[in-house]
């Protein structure tokens, strides 16, 4: 299945900038990327767990998806990334068995913008962008990449997929 990836609303020259995203707590962190079927084939082995995941790698005191190059702040496999690392820091998410748009406002850059008309308009961008039958299909079938609800992530829009 081939898709068109979301436009990015944060500037890469602030996420080249930044020391949040691709690190984690845990070695088993539920904020870890989900991997579609897909993702799994294109990706080397040697990256994924038996879990399906990415296989986080220990670095001081946190734990580094494998991808990410520490010297740059670049992803290895940013032009064949992961469907959710595409939408990140915006997410899929479900909680009693509805499934949402969220955000996760971690994301330094959304704190100053979350209620902008940018963020806003970005965010119908979005939802259209999800309603795509081919994107539904993606999701629907990689179930996966829908996360449990975290306290961390704000609701936005539930999603429809029928």
């Known amino acids: 299945m081939i898709f068109m990836e979301p436009k990015q609303f944060v ?3 602030f996420c080249l900038s930044c020391d949040v995203c691709c690190r984690f707590s ?12 897909t993702d799994i084939l294109k990706l080397p082995k040697e990256l994924i767990n038996q879990k399906n995941k990415f296989e986080l790698k220990s670095y001081k005191d946190v734990y580094l998806c494998p991808c990410f190059r520490l010297e740059d702040n670049r992803c290895r496999v940013y ?8 939408l990140y820091p915006f997410l899929l998410v479900k909680k009693d068995n509805k499934f ?4 996760d406002l971690k994301c330094p850059f959304l704190q100053d913008k979350q209620n902008s ?18 994107i539904k299909e993606l999701i629907k079938i990689n179930p996966q990449i829908i996360g449990d609800y975290q306290e961390d992530v704000i609701f936005l829009q539930e999603i429809n997929l029928s």
């Open 11 to 13: 500037p890469s020259k």
């Open 26 to 37: 845990e070695a088993d962190s539920a904020w870890s990327p989900a991997l579609t079927d």
């Open 79 to 86: 032009q064949s990334r992961p469907f959710d690392c595409s």
């Open 100 to 103: 949402f748009l969220g955000v």
């Open 117 to 134: 008309h940018e963020f806003q308009g970005f965010v119908k961008y979005l939802l259209a962008f999800l309603g795509q039958e081919d």
